[in-house]
């Protein structure tokens, strides 16, 4: 049997699992959020509960893959006590993982459109009805958006067959380094517009009477879901990363570096977002609306607008890839150690199922535009995003969770404690055995219930 890889360096784990953590949501649901709930007095409560359950769950899970060894495929049959069945998580977890990949590689070339329209020019001159109308005109093209979904694919599954070292940390450290420049750059940019201080008050200084008036119960769990989803946990993503660290660190503190790191881009993605459309007089809105249709508006009204949407839909790239390169890792280090195949069959593979598996939400835009599987105006993107970041990504957190802390029927919590702490850096603490146990499973079942509810 073959040695299991390991990342070459501490800096490469980091920047992978946070580029895991990373996605295209920090950019366009943070910003909006954060504003609407209350500014800073939003941002503070969402730290809070990243604290109290995010890091705890994120620690767990990488526990679980480092004391395993495995990948998803084999890391609870590896450490479940003889008899018990933790491993038929494993099936939906890769589910999950290939669910996400069949929305989030569209999404992602819709990014790489909007990169070369921004650098052609395409959208000087044009008046916001027109931008929105090319919003429309690209969605409407399924041969457009299968295309670029493909090319996402394509080079995701690239960069993953040539190894570990090589291709995954290699170059998702490139990307995550070149990400921060660029959000940075481009805060500053936007922050020194005329105009931008009644946005940053509007993200920043404390409006607890927006909390009130939203409602602080409603806050709260808005608050409690973007902690949880933002960082991917739930469906061994996490854990595939764990399986490729040395033992030289506490987990723990590693899992702090990647909510900080997390956390510092969904802030600057506000810094950029909600300055730039108060500069100019529009209103920040939720969703795709304000990536493809409010934001080219405010590009164009910009001294060198061109360049600097350019540069923010390449920030956008680096974003979608790396979490795009992260799962696709945790597919095919499921096929290496479920079925023994080698890295470069399982790309092959793969890639080819990733892209057919995705043709349906492509379509979803346009040829099949009349399936409307959750209510009027929702799409095939919409219901595959609901079973993943509301089901499963909760679930399978649980089901980490309950493993953890079970001692009779699961891995255990002296066994947990003992591989999380091995090495330098911060303890996970042994005295909130009580809290992991017993607390944190109820807050999880709670957001997932609140998925449920009707909406206002």
Wanted: with cysteine; glycine share 10%.
């Amino acid at each position: 049997m073959n040695q299991r890889e390991q990342f070459g360096s501490r800096l490469g784990f980091i920047l992978i699992s946070a580029g895991c953590a990373i996605g295209l949501g920090n950019v366009w649901r943070f910003p909006h959020i954060a504003g609407e709930y209350g500014g800073a007095a939003f941002i503070l409560i969402y730290l809070l509960f990243l604290l109290i359950f995010g890091i705890p769950i994120m620690t767990i899970e990488f526990a679980v893959g480092r004391g395993s060894g495995k990948s998803i495929a084999k890391s609870f049959e590896e450490l479940e006590p003889k008899g018990t069945k933790w491993h038929w998580f494993s099936p939906i977890a890769i589910a999950g993982n290939y669910l996400l990949m069949m929305f989030y590689t569209v999404v992602t070339g819709w990014m790489f459109i909007y990169f070369i329209k921004m650098l052609t020019g395409d959208f000087v001159g044009n008046t916001a009805a027109q931008i929105s109308a090319q919003f429309d005109a690209m969605t409407a093209n399924p041969w457009l958006l299968m295309g670029f979904m493909a090319l996402s694919v394509v080079i995701g599954f690239v960069i993953c067959s040539l190894g570990l070292k090589g291709g995954v940390e290699k170059i998702t450290k490139v990307m995550m380094l070149a990400l921060l420049a660029i959000i940075v750059i481009l805060a500053i940019r936007v922050i020194m517009l005329p105009g931008a201080g009644e946005g940053l008050r509007y993200y920043l200084i404390p409006d607890f009477g927006k909390m009130v008036e939203k409602g602080i119960g409603e806050v709260i769990m808005a608050a409690m879901a973007q902690a949880f989803f933002t960082l991917s946990i739930g469906m061994g993503s996490m854990a595939v990363f764990g399986s490729y660290i040395s033992k030289k660190r506490r987990l723990m503190g590693e899992s702090i570096t990647i909510a900080i790191l997390d956390t510092f881009v969904a802030i600057m993605a506000g810094l950029i977002v909600i300055p730039a459309c108060f500069a100019f007089d529009i209103k920040p809105d939720a969703g795709p609306s304000l990536i493809f249709e409010t934001l080219p508006n405010v590009f164009n009204a910009m001294s060198g607008g061109r360049l600097w949407g350019a540069c923010f839909f390449l920030f956008m790239i680096f974003a979608a890839m790396s979490t795009l390169i992260a799962v696709f890792e945790n597919i095919i280090s499921y096929s290496m150690d479920r079925w023994g195949w080698s890295r470069k069959k399982s790309c092959l593979i793969n890639c080819g199922l990733v892209i057919l598996l995705s043709v349906p939400c492509a379509l979803g835009f346009n040829v099949l535009s009349g399936f409307t599987p959750m209510g009027t105006g929702t799409t095939i993107l919409d219901l595959e995003d609901f079973i993943v970041s509301s089901n499963i990504l909760p679930l399978g957190s649980l089901v980490y969770v309950l493993f953890a802390t079970s001692k009779k029927y699961g891995w255990g919590w002296n066994n947990f404690l003992e591989e999380a702490n091995t090495g330098k850096g911060p303890k996970f603490p042994s005295w909130l055995k009580v809290y992991v146990k017993y607390v944190l499973p109820v807050i999880i079942i709670l957001l997932w219930a609140q998925s449920y509810l009707p909406k206002k």
